[in-house]
């Protein structure tokens, strides 16, 4: 009876030491198959980390005036530090006392150069369409044109990432063509803010 009772003892031991021993090697399995999808699904693919997204939208408006624009942008990184791409652009201005509307579109192309992470030099060439309207004297009406304006902007911005794939800039660019038709005042800078995914 005594010997009974110590096989029991040992058999239950026995049994219960092997099932311990089965959940620590389930939870290391468990924990290197975690590890290792972990590793998978956040490493990125050539193909993700190439392309990158973003723009800016213009908002403004005061008493009789309106302004909207937006301004899509894609880009495409030929190596981690340099980078080509371009944007397309459409605004809209209300004068409500003066009762017209103008809308302005046109497109550009982009370079970057990182100097570090957070910091880049940017050159674009850009070409807008403006309608241009003119009060004329003799049939005391506004008559209205478009002129096609190109712009060479040259200057940078600073980068800040907010998570892990987007980040937040702000660029400060220069025109150094100074067209004759620009609706712009001579070196007035194009300062922008925006947001951009893969950037």
Do not use: C
């Not at 981690?80 to 103008?102: E, H, M, Q, V």
């Not at 957070?118 to 369409?129: A, D, K, N, P, R």
């Amino acid at each position: 009876m005594k010997h009974l009772f110590l096989a029991l003892i040992f058999t239950f031991t026995s049994l219960s030491i092997a099932q311990g021993m089965d959940s620590v090697n389930v939870q290391k399995d468990s924990v290197i198959v975690k590890e290792e999808t972990m590793t998978q699904s956040t490493a990125p693919t050539s193909h993700e980390s190439k392309w990158y997204y973003g723009g800016t939208i213009g908002f403004n408006f005061w008493s009789d005036y309106f302004y909207l624009s937006i301004e899509p942008m894609v880009g495409y990184k030929v190596t981690p530090k340099l980078s080509i791409g371009g944007k397309i652009g459409y605004s809209y201005i209300n004068y409500s006392d003066a009762d017209f509307d103008t809308h302005n579109y046109g497109a550009s192309i982009f370079s970057r150069f990182r100097v570090i992470p957070q910091i880049y030099l940017h050159g674009e060439f850009v070409y807008w369409s403006y309608e241009t309207v003119v009060f004329n004297q003799s049939t005391l009406n506004y008559e209205s044109g478009r002129d096609w304006v190109p712009f060479i902007l040259l200057g940078g911005g600073y980068v800040q990432n907010i998570g892990p794939n987007t980040s937040l800039y702000v660029e400060v660019l220069v025109d150094v063509l100074q067209d004759e038709n620009s609706p712009y005042e001579d070196w007035d800078p194009f300062v922008s803010f925006g947001v951009g995914i893969g950037f």
